[in-house]
């Protein structure tokens, strides 16, 4: 994992009710490094060693001087947005480098961007990009009346080609039509809560659109389904620890008081990578490659689980 970025809050913004945007810069003002569009960094919520949470970086991805989040404030979260929430001008902040997990198709013919909420901000980086390069791009953002953010700099960027919606009606209707009428190597990218892209994907698969030309953007482990029980079998010890629906392997074997390295607990930052022994992995992390993932001798255990019924890992 590459070395963390230690910077510094250089402005908040509070504007829009519930969402507070970060700008971080490095403490000489350097150059920060370039990222994919739709890239994310894993921010430290709290002293070296707390927890981590990912978050989309929402400027521009060519040799930018600063990083800007935008956190939405969500008070029965596992409190890393309380944390952003509470920051301040001149705070220091520590950030992994930028990781992609949502990049834009290069060959794409055309780039359908459909953000609900505050899974807008890949979004907003995606269209930074296609404006900068020319590409044909057309974005819908759903969001609730008063609450949207970034909605200056989509009108900005996108301009005509920008339609917001505000109730679940004309949001169906719109989608449906939008979805209905792309040419053929149009590309569909979409981030929001878990309901909403659950909806934007099964209109696009009804509508014919194959799997390769949706790409989707998770919040994180929250918006993963519990999955079933199974057993983890530690090998160098042979003791069985079992992993309940709704528990993270990787809590059952901290449960189990074994210290596991961990960071964002998201599937993001790869930091609780496990070898696999035996058994078959149900990867659900954005970290590993489909090769690594095809290999099955390592999992990331925030958030992957067992395939069957016993998994054996080499702990």
């Known amino acids: 994992m590459s070395a963390a970025l230690d910077l510094v809050v250089a402005a908040v913004d509070d504007t829009v009710p519930g969402v507070r945007s970060v700008r971080l810069v490095r403490p000489d003002g350097g150059a920060l490094p370039g990222f994919t569009p739709g890239s994310h960094v894993v921010v430290t919520c709290g002293p070296p060693g707390a927890p981590g949470n990912a978050y989309s970086l929402t400027g521009d991805s060519v040799a930018p001087r600063a990083y800007t989040i935008s956190v939405l404030r969500l008070d029965a979260g596992r409190g890393g947005s309380r944390w952003v929430h509470a920051l301040t001008t001149g705070d220091r902040v520590e950030v992994t480098p930028p990781r992609s997990a949502f990049p834009p198709v290069l060959a794409a013919r055309r780039h359908l961007l459909v953000a609900g909420g505050i899974g807008v901000t890949p979004i907003l980086s995606h269209l930074r990009s296609a404006v900068r390069w020319g590409r044909d791009v057309e974005v819908l953002y759903a969001h609730r009346p008063g609450a949207a953010a970034h909605l200056d700099d989509l009108r900005d960027l996108a301009g005509d080609a920008l339609t917001c919606l505000t109730d679940r009606t004309t949001l169906g209707d719109h989608l449906q039509r939008r979805l209905a009428d792309q040419p053929v190597g149009t590309h569909l990218y ?51 620890v079992p992993v309940p629906s709704g528990t ?29 022994a035996a058994g078959t992995p ?34």
């Open 282 to 315: 149900l990867h659900r992390d954005l970290v590993l490659t489909d090769a690594e993932k095809a290999a099955a001798d390592t999992l990331l255990c925030c958030v992957s689980r067992a395939a069957d019924d016993r998994l054996e890992l080499d702990l």
């Open 190 to 240: 979409t981030c929001g809560p878990a309901g909403f892209m659950d909806t934007v994907t099964l209109a696009a698969r009804r509508l014919g659109w194959p799997d390769e030309r949706i790409h989707v953007e998770h919040f994180g482990v929250d918006d993963l389904d519990p999955g079933e029980p199974f057993e983890a079998v530690l090998r160098a010890s042979g003791r069985t």
């Open 248 to 276: 993270s392997l990787l809590d059952a074997l901290e449960g189990a008081g074994l210290s596991v390295p961990n960071l964002c607990r998201q599937g993001v930052c790869g930091e609780c990578r496990v070898p696999v």
